[in-house]
Every structure is written in C-alpha cells, then in structure tokens.
C-alpha cells in the first residue's frame, strides 16, 4: 500500500520525530499515540517507492539512530503505564488483554517459536530474554501458553520490579525471574539453550556488534540466537540486523513478516558444537 499524503514521506518523518523529541515526557496520551501510531503505519508501507523515497532520504537516514531512541523511550514509557495498569487491576489477566499490542506479541511469538521448531525439531529448555522491559509480554507467553521457563534481564531496575510484580499478579514466578544486569557484560550464559535478544538492545551496527562479541563468548557452543530485527520501513522503529554482519554467530534462519508484526526474526547459532 502506498500511504497518500499532502506531504513527502520523509517530511512526515522528521515532523514526528521533531514533535516526539521535544517532548518532555512520552507517557501515554493523545497525542503522543497519534504521533506513534502515524509512525507506525508509515512504517508498514508496502511500496517500493515509498521504501526507495524514505531509505535514500539523508535528512531521515541523519535522524535514524535519534528516532530509534525516541521509539525505544515511547516503547518503555507505554510498558511502564500498562504494567502498572495491569499490576493494580483486580483481575490481571483481564486487564492484561486489554494491552493494544497484545495481538501482535502473540503472532510474533508464535511465528518465532515455529521457526525454533524449524531448525532444531523442539522448543528450547532454557530461555534467556535479554532487553525484557517493564512489560515482559513475550515472556509471559512463553511461560503460559507453552511452559517454558524464562530468565529475563534489563538494564533498568524499575523494569525488572514492575516484571516482577505482574509476574506474582499472574502466578507466573516459578516460570519467570529478573535480573538487573547490563547486556554488554553478561557473564557465563551456557546453562541456556536460547538467547532472545529484543530489538532496541544495542541501537546501532558498532553496539549490536559489540554485543554479538560478548555473547558468543558466554554462551555454550551449539546453543541458538534469536534476534529481532526489521525490514523495509519498519527500520525507522527498530534497528535492522544484517544477517550476513553476525560474526561470530552462524546465521540459520531469516524471516520478514508482510502483516502487522513489525518484526523480523534471526536465528543463529553459536558455532563450535
């Protein structure tokens, strides 16, 4: 779909990204999720042209890593506002359906535990989710619906208590733990058979190399890497991972989502088994 507007693509672009970033706050209201869900419909464009017009841009290509940051402040700050909501609620579950992107973490998750199946013919053991957040949704559905047991780590201390109190709220804890920890200086990871590694973890190509580095280095040989990355315009919400670019790492799978999942998803292995 092509989007028709009164004005250019990246024109639009840099008027969100200049109205978001002069905000002092990103909390939750109307017109911050206007500006959002602009972005985010701009960002499922399915045009070549509008692909070609906004990617070629170097007014949007000078401003990527920034908008990256804006959408990585927006994200934690609408996280934080739900996992509040929820926590407080008298019925938690209920509540927690009521998370807009609910949906979409459902498709995405279900579509990365297909392509774990895909290259080794069972879901993992262990799970590692680096960049968990305040709202651990992906977590939670692993750890509901499919009945894995997940170790969660954010560099944030608020992030990791707001997980922990939904986490009781749903009677998940035996199945979910936090940890304040920093990616960058994961220690020894090779009780885990899978790392997930969300998509706003290192914002560009000299940090998610730095840290690709580190955790090869802690992880056990043979075990797998899933990254999520993005494609096409949905590179303006979340730093795109070069599949060809995840040395150390052996790339096995690569997949790019047409729907409303935003997401691409890579999975590697960590060499050496």
Known sequence: ??????????????????????????????????????LVSIS??????DVASVLEDPIVDAIREALWRVCARGEYELERHWARRVGAAADPAAELQRFPYVPNYEKLTRLELCALRGVRDALPR????????????????????????????DIDEEACDSARTLARRLELSDRLSFVRADAMSCGDLSEFDCVFLAALVGMN?????????????????????????????????????????????????????????????????????
């Not at 990246?10 to 990103?26: F, V």
């Open 1 to 38: 779909m092509s989007i028709a507007t009164d004005s250019p693509l990246p024109s639009r672009i840099h008027r969100i990204y200049q109205e978001l970033a002069m905000m002092g706050s990103l909390e939750p209201s109307q017109r911050v999720n206007h500006l959002f869900s602009e």
């Open 44 to 49: 499922r464009s399915r045009s070549a042209s």
């Open 126 to 153: 262990s799970v590692l989710f680096i960049g968990s957040g305040p709202l651990p949704l992906t977590s939670m559905l692993l750890a509901q619906r499919y009945g894995l047991t997940v170790t969660n780590i």
């Open 205 to 273: 190509k000299r940090e998610k190399d730095r840290l690709l580095r580190q955790l090869c280095a802690s992880m056990r040989p043979g075990a797998l890497l899933l990254v999520r990355s993005s494609q096409r315009l949905r590179a303006l919400l979340y730093p795109q991972v070069d599949v060809h670019g995840m040395d150390p790492f052996v790339p096995l799978l690569e997949l790019h989502p047409h729907d409303e999942v935003i997401n691409s998803v890579i999975i590697a292995e960590r060499p050496g088994a």
